[in-house]
């Protein structure tokens, strides 16, 4: 049946719809096609080019060929089947369909995509994938940080420069002018070159810190003396472990030393707590009741105990010193240097003593850092357990009188004093005297190395 050329506006379901074969209805006014009718017909081929169909029912795909040009196809997100359709059935894949999208663009059909409807949110797919990932990392960083609590605070502090550690007070005492005083074997030659390197990486960055070696800056006097007044001026303590350092009475000294001043920092803080909470209760006691005998008696004895020790102070001028000495160191200990422990290598014998008592005890709870190659975030938990705020310039406080290693650090060396001069070698000897057995032992160290 041919009806082209005429004003149809729509096909209606007439009695004689079944027996059509092959319908034509070119240059007519369709607007659209019913559904329904094109169930019941049988007809094979359709034509309806040139007419005013804006959309297609999924029924027009029953026809084994469909003629749609010239139509003005209208298509969004849902209209995909139409290319599924032409992909499929290849006969009706006309390469000239078209259709105008919501935004106005001509598509043809065959070609077509969602993204060119714009079906596909691109932003709002990266902002959901990004929203993903930010999830994802945000789980893993809990479950790291549960399970790795420490390397999780140095890696905070590594990439965003912030120290979410515990604050000491020893860091804000002006008094305390040495960042670091170093513990190490002076007659290991291999101990001594890390020491140099360990001091070279840790001044290739700020904050620049200020390092005391003890073996090479000590006053006249008691070495032990000079051992407590140093580290009392110190505010972290790098001891450096390795086999030989137990041999030496002078580096055991001075590790006792600084783990004395820890016990005695927490035993005067818990007793000036404690003197805090009597002194509480006591002024709540004396607001309600007033004052009973017994604390009448107590307030009589601090108050005769201070008059005696000022009585003390003001009439032995010749312990001036020694009660300034005291005071100082009291107040020295109310504020003790951190404790950072670096075992040197893994010598089988230095591991086995460290596991066993009293240095499974020492060690317990402290801190233990290794420099181990496998270990990169080592360098960073230096500078995360050092203070935030260096007094130091990146040089030692005083220099290390040593043999060069492959790394060494820019210093200089000390002017060894002729021995020719005999006015030169008895100072240099009686200096030795002074400052006890250390220095005697490095340069004998050097001399053989």
């Known amino acids: 049946m041919f009806m082209d050329d005429n004003f149809i ?23 659209s096609l019913n559904a329904e009718i094109l169930k019941d017909m049988t007809a094979k081929k359709l034509d309806l080019r040139n007419n005013q169909i804006t959309t297609l029912p999924k029924e027009i795909k029953k026809f084994e060929s469909v003629q749609l040009t010239g139509n003005p196809l209208e298509c969004d997100c849902n209209s995909m089947w139409m290319k599924q359709w032409m992909d499929i059935d290849t006969r009706n894949a006309d390469p000239d369909l078209t259709c105008t999208a919501n935004n ?23 902002a959901l994938v990004c929203l993903g990932v930010f999830l994802g990392l945000i789980i893993v960083g809990a479950i790291f940080a549960k399970r790795c609590p420490y390397e999780t605070k140095v890696i905070i502090f590594r990439f965003f420069k912030f120290h979410p550690g515990k604050k000491y007070d020893v860091d804000n005492d002006k008094e305390k002018e040495i960042d670091a005083y170093l513990v190490f074997d002076h007659e290991d030659g291999d101990v001594i070159g890390y020491v140099r390197y360990f001091l070279h990486r ?13 073996a090479q800056f000590m006053e006249a006097g008691p070495e032990s003396r000079n051992i407590s007044k140093y580290i009392g001026k110190s505010r972290r303590v790098i001891i450096f472990l390795s086999k030989g350092i137990f041999n030496d009475e002078w580096r055991m000294n001075e590790i006792e030393e600084a783990e004395h001043r820890q016990i005695e920092a927490v035993t005067i803080k818990n007793n000036e707590i404690s003197k805090k909470a009597k002194q509480t209760k006591r002024l709540n006691k004396n607001a309600n009741t007033g004052k009973d005998k017994d604390d009448r008696e107590e307030d009589k004895m601090n108050d005769l105990t201070e008059i005696c020790i000022d009585d003390l102070a ?22 003790a240097p ?6 040197y290598n893994t010598d089988e014998t230095l591991t086995k003593q460290l596991e066993e008592e009293p240095w499974k005890s020492r060690l317990d709870g402290k801190t233990v850092l290794r420099p181990d190659p496998d270990d990169r975030l080592f360098w960073s938990k230096v500078r995360y357990e050092m203070p935030q705020k260096g007094n130091g310039n990146g040089k030692p406080f ?15 060396r000390s002017p060894v004093p002729s021995p020719k001069n005999p006015k030169s070698r008895n100072k240099n ?18 001399s053989q190395t």
């Open 338 to 343: 951190k404790l950072i422990y670096i075992i």
């Open 429 to 446: 000897d009686h200096n030795r005297k002074l400052t006890g057995p250390i220095k005697s032992q490095i340069h004998a160290t050097i």
């Open 104 to 126: 106005g663009d001509i598509l043809h059909i065959i070609e077509m995509t969602l993204r060119d409807l714009g079906c596909t949110n691109e932003a709002l797919i990266i």
């Open 398 to 412: 005083m220099p290390f009188d040593i043999p060069k290693p492959e790394r060494p650090l820019p210093i200089k």
């Open 202 to 214: 840790l001044g290739k960055q700020k904050p620049l810190f200020s390092i005391l070696n003890p």
């Open 9 to 31: 506006t729509e096909i209606s379901n007439v009695p004689y719809l079944s027996r059509i074969f092959n319908l034509t209805l070119r240059n007519n006014e369709l607007k």
């Open 314 to 335: 003001a009439g032995n001028n010749d312990n001036a010193d020694e009660l300034e000495f005291q005071e100082r160191e009291e107040a020295s200990l109310k504020k």
